[in-house]
């Protein structure tokens, strides 16, 4: 009947869109979060922030930290489909005389992008002159071993069913997990994943993070992870300010797609950030109407990343972003992609 007619001339319209069309209704219909939503995650997220707070005031006075506070694509108006995760990053305060930071390059490990933070003094300064003695692994601050600190407090000692149920949420500590994760169900259908970063800034404004290295675990158990994504991030987005241009919109779209399929899973959004920083070096079309060309030159430009096994970080090009990847992975990876660029609609039909 009627209804029969109407779909199939719907068909025929669909069909004639072009990719760039698809790619915005997928950016509309899929990729972008309705601001309510952002909001209602955002605020349980500040609720168990501000929980969090007090708990460690209270229970570890002494302990030598900066304010903790939330942070990620959802403060970033970068996050995609759903929103459901962020991270609560925790400065940690090293004495400066105490700490010092050795970058990967130069250490038996060779891997740029990941530092050592050495005890330094210890002649003088004794263990224990350092709070943060306590998670010394021969002569060094382990990552693992501050992130064990919290994992005791927020998994042992915080009765999280009490404030659930104060905030209206239902709170759990995820086990196991890579890093220290909170599940948070904060409506019928909506979970919010927040994850503990604990986090140094050295005195040269480098920030460590306490997220391990993905590959061989305990040779590099000690290494502390370099992040960029603030600069990154505030690069992206200065360069489309000036011309007004779509790289966040690609982003976005991008992380989606990987975001929504899974063979796509392992690409993360710091190298889908530096892919289109990059990009940017060399291209100067960036206008929204350019979007289809943007993002198929992005699939193109990650495949040859992925064929060369290396993806510089565009603030520091040692930094190679595939390197916890494995051979294997990058192989499907690259595949995956190297087939998508034939039918790039595809990836937009998951
Ligand atoms: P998304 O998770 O793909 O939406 O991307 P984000 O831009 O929010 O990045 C979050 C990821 O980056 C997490 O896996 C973090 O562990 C990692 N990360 C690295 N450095 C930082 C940082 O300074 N802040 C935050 N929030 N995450 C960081």
New binding site residues.
Partial sequence: GGCGATQSSLMRARMRLSLQERLWEFYQTRVNIPAEEQAMARRAALDICAELRVFLHAKLPDMPLREMYL????Y?D???VTAD???L?VPLILEKNLWSSIPGEDTIMNVPGFWLVRRENLEYFPRSSSYWDRCMVGGYLSPKSVLEVFEKLVAGSINWPAIGSVLDYIIRPVVPSE?LTLEVQYEMDRKLYV?F?P?LVMEDGT?L?A?PHRLSAERNENLW?Q????AE?ARLRALDQEDGGCRCTCLKVA?AVC?LSPALHRL???QL?NTILLLSETEGDWTQEALADRFLQLLRALVGHLEAGRLPCALGPKVNLFCELTEQEVDELGYTLYCALSDPEGLLRT
């Fill in positions: 942070s990620g694509s959802l970033d970068l996050q995609v995760h962020a991270q990053m890093t994850d970063l986090l920030s993070i997220k992870r992040s960029f994504r603030v991030t992380k975001k993360n959004s710091s950030t």
